[in-house]
DNA sequence: TAGATTGTTAATCGATTAACAATC
DNA sequence: TAGATTGTTAATCGATTAACAATC
């Protein structure tokens, strides 16, 4: 299904495309053509068009794209149908905010287990989900290997996590701290960075720009 | 200073520039050469050199740059010196998060209020920030406008709490919800998201691409 | 059939890299 | 002075947009 290599452009773009589409097939939609959907979304039909193409013909001439088919076609790019299992490194207010209000399950993740070093934590549940003592995590790790690893912990403790998940065999680290992983020491492992601090000050940027 | 129109991937790689040279000011590195910042956060040289050029000549040939005064330069480039006001709308878990972990003044904003339903919360403080009723927005912007409302409301309270924000005269949204918030209804407002969803469904398709 | 809309090829635009003269 | 390193111009690469034949 799909053609060659795919530029990072085009990958950043897809949980855009699925999340548009879920609205869409939740709206009750059936069809949509690339142009309508580039008006939606803020972008060229032809862009639309150019990027579907990538994973193969998902749509009809003189029809258009078929919501719901489009909409499983991307997910299953995405991975979404792959049931990855997923831990928490560190519940301080982010892992608990991740804990209990991210539905991990509606993007295929499974939440199996959550690692802080505050006892008063350890052996209590949150969202669900069992705390395990921080230490325990090679343990817990080497039973139930996971997928994803998410990181809450303080910045001071990142880079270290990051190793330990890495030797656990995670493949994926989905890191909240402000801290840059150093990725050669994390050979396989891939890095997914939500840098708040990076966000904000391009706001700032664009905020200060305008009124100078 | 600034020479014309900055390309967004340049503006993009601005803060990830500022937060190198932080650590190595912190670190008390005096001067550093295009080429070792390049090594350090994985860019070429050359772009490097490009991207700072933009903005003026910070460097200086044969020694490269002095790291104190590009992280200043590059500070001022980013609005860090314009004490900008922040506001911040729903206290749930990831509201409280960020008022009693997120470091807004060491990037130049001034927390000033946080806004809830839940009476519960309403008239307490957390992080030294008072909560004020979800109502009194408005009342309390009148007299001390913000130049940023932080969206951690419910996501089927998103949309209108941004209209409200543009009308009180935020001059930016720093969006955590995972909607998308309708920019032609936000005039002059720059909005900048923080997509949680996004982010982990590109993490599941680079560990989902690379074991087939 | 006629109208609509795709998938794809070609053209344009923007961003990155390479090269090098200027100069500290 | 000699060595190092910038700022900038030119070359390459990648991403977006335009155009249109194919076809539902």
Request: charged residues 20%; aromatic residues 10%.
């Amino acid at each position: 299904m799909r053609k060659g290599k795919i530029s990072p452009a085009v990958i950043r773009r897809l949980p855009r495309y699925y999340r548009h589409l879920d609205d869409l097939f939740k709206a009750g939609v059936v069809r949509i053509s690339s142009s309508a959907l580039a008006g939606n979304m803020g972008l060229t039909a032809s862009q639309i068009r150019q990027d579907l193409s990538c994973f193969g013909g998902f749509g009809q001439q003189g029809y258009g794209y078929n919501v719901e088919r489009l909409r499983g076609e991307i997910a299953e790019i995405l991975g979404m149908d792959r049931d990855h299992t997923v831990v928490v490194l560190g519940v301080g207010n982010l892992g608990r905010a991740l804990l209990e209000n991210f539905p991990f399950t509606r993007y295929g993740f499974r939440l199996e287990a959550a690692f802080e070093v505050d006892q008063t934590l350890v052996g209590s549940k949150l969202g669900g989900v069992q705390i395990y003592h921080y230490d325990e995590m090679e343990r817990f790790l080497r039973t139930s290997p996971a997928d994803v690893g998410v990181l809450t912990v303080p910045g001071s403790a990142a880079a270290r996590t990051a190793k330990r998940l890495a030797a656990c065999g995670v493949r994926g680290i989905w890191n909240f701290t402000n801290v840059e992983l150093p990725e050669s020491e994390l050979p396989g492992v891939q890095v997914e960075n939500i840098h708040f601090a990076d966000s904000l000050l391009t706001l700032s940027y664009f905020i200060s720009e305008e009124q100078p």
